[in-house]
């Protein structure tokens, strides 16, 4: 196994990904089951570099299956779920992941956006205040959050958390772009377009067909 293992991890600092898949799935091929997690892991860890998503958590299952005490394994898998549109499998794993760890900002951030995904914006402003919380300087989590209360209705809390983010940021210009779409909403015209103008300053060229929309 040792000189696979190695021979395969080699390949992969090289670029030889096929190589290194064919390595290690011969560890897969002549180990017991109970004792090939790793291959599993690294094998998963390459399709995912070569976007085989689907072919990548095939390998993780096995991973889980063997090891479900594996942390990062659910973390990895909810990503590449999410990738796949898998939403609410996405959410599953962040979920087991945050029992393994509770302190990981990212593992909120990431739920709470497979909750928006879902039109879950409660849930999503839950996960991302528990984001921000344990990572206070996060600019996309208040930018999100910001998102998910105007999608609420609730632009005047959505204005604050896109305020936060630049202050944060002053070259966010999602942050501008949608802070100026909460102000439009609040019938505030002449700052929307000073938003959506700093936005596409910061070459955010949705911003023009707004200025162009609401601006003319």
């Not at 991890?9 to 091929?29: C, P, T």
């Amino acid at each position: 196994m040792g000189a696979y293992l190695n021979r395969g991890n080699s390949k992969e600092k090289l670029g030889d990904y096929i190589g290194a898949i064919s390595d290690y799935s011969k560890i897969i091929e002549i180990l017991p089951k109970n004792y090939n997690y790793t291959a599993y892991f690294k094998r998963g860890n390459v399709k995912e570099i070569l976007q085989d998503y689907k072919g990548a958590i095939d390998d993780y299952n096995k991973v889980i299956e063997i090891y479900p005490e594996h942390e990062e394994i659910y973390y990895k898998r909810g990503n590449l779920r999410l990738a796949l549109e898998d939403y609410s499998g996405g959410i599953a794993d962040y979920t087991i992941a945050i029992e393994f760890d509770s302190t990981n900002a990212l593992l909120y951030y990431e739920r709470g956006y497979a909750k928006s995904e879902l039109k879950d914006y409660r849930g999503a402003i839950a996960d991302y205040t528990k984001a921000i919380k344990l990572d206070p300087i996060n600019v996309s989590s208040y930018n999100n959050r910001g998102v998910a209360k105007y999608k609420l209705e609730d632009y005047k809390g959505a204005i604050i958390d896109f305020n936060k983010a630049i202050e944060l940021d002053s070259k966010h210009f999602r942050s501008f772009r949608n802070r100026g779409l909460a102000k439009i909403e609040m019938n505030d015209i002449d700052n929307a377009c000073l938003d959506f103008s700093r936005a596409g300053e910061l070459r955010d060229y949705e911003a023009y067909e707004l200025i162009g929309k609401y601006c003319n």
